[in-house]
């Protein structure tokens, strides 16, 4: 079994050409830029990677790519949350196959109403005992219909042998202290987002999946040195001046927001898939002064 490292996890974006395929020439030309940047794995299948709008075999291919760009002694995460137990499972069963390493699994939300404790616990619970790859419980009420897994059930899906952590977007550090005071020291608890990096960070998580890694790698990690190191000073100016940058990439243009800055900053990103759209030029124009700032 991979180790579930410590540190920073960038959710890479799927690229797509002008004809709407997968691009991964773009993605391997990504995986490299960001190789060195002392990062301790990738997301693949996330919510910035558009796992809703892609095919399984499309899916399939994208897991493949990183592997093979990042090389065998990478750490692989995949999306493989489904709205149904059964699909959850098949797309673990690709990925493990596709050659991830662990499965990330956002909760089933289309039918919220009856999503409570029970229903939750048993999903997750079918998944890890049926999933070759250990299990990421994947919270994000964003992307879940406001579904926000509360700590007493991620404590209780912590005891599984086969679920090794959690990535909490929330952004409740009550609950992630909660959470780390009341699971087991296998289980890793990550933040959502580089937004709240550093006050995760001080309640006991081990690192972000962060967007804005896609962007800064190297500051994000920065970050987590820093307050490693214990230069807390630092480590709350750097944050300061990352915040900006990360609101824009995920609260306000979301997924366009960061495609868009990899086209200002790097020339390469393109454009999400429909019905996803483009920032506007003026929406492109904020967001390039913001990203300036940094």
Do not use: W
């Not at 959470?179 to 289980?187: G, L, N």
């Amino acid at each position: 079994m991979a180790e579930l490292r410590s540190g920073i996890y960038p959710p890479l974006p799927t690229f797509f050409t002008s004809n709407d395929e997968l691009d991964l020439r773009t993605l391997r030309q990504h995986i490299q830029r960001i190789a060195d940047s002392s990062i301790a794995g990738y997301v693949v299948m996330g919510s910035n990677g558009e796992a809703v709008h892609l095919s399984s075999e499309e899916r399939a291919r994208v897991i493949e790519t990183t592997r093979a760009e990042a090389g065998e002694q990478a750490v692989v995460l995949a999306g493989c949350g489904e709205q149904s137990t059964r699909a959850s499972i098949a797309l673990c069963r690709q990925a493990a196959q596709a050659g991830a390493n662990f499965a990330l699994i956002l909760p089933p939300f289309y039918y919220k109403g009856r999503m409570d404790s029970a229903a939750l616990l048993a999903h997750y619970r079918a998944i890890a005992d049926n999933s070759p790859l250990p299990v990421v419980i994947y919270n994000m009420p964003a992307s879940a219909a406001g579904l926000d897994l509360d700590a007493a059930t991620i404590c209780a899906l912590a005891q599984h042998p086969n679920i090794a952590g959690v990535k909490d977007s929330a952004g409740n550090m009550a609950k992630l202290s909660q959470i780390i005071a009341s699971t087991p020291a296998r289980f890793r608890v990550f933040a959502g987002s580089a937004g709240y990096l550093l006050p995760a960070l001080a309640v006991g998580a081990v690192g972000a999946v962060a967007a804005l890694a896609n962007i800064f790698p190297r500051e994000v990690c920065h970050l987590q040195e820093l307050f490693e190191s214990g230069q807390m000073a630092e480590a709350r100016v750097l944050q300061a001046r990352l915040a900006p940058s990360n609101t824009a990439v995920t609260n306000t243009y979301s997924v366009p927001g960061l495609k868009a800055a990899l086209n200002i900053l790097f020339d390469y990103g393109g454009s999400p898939r429909s019905p996803l759209q483009a920032l506007t030029a003026q929406e492109r124009d904020r967001l390039a002064a913001i990203l300036r700032a940094v």
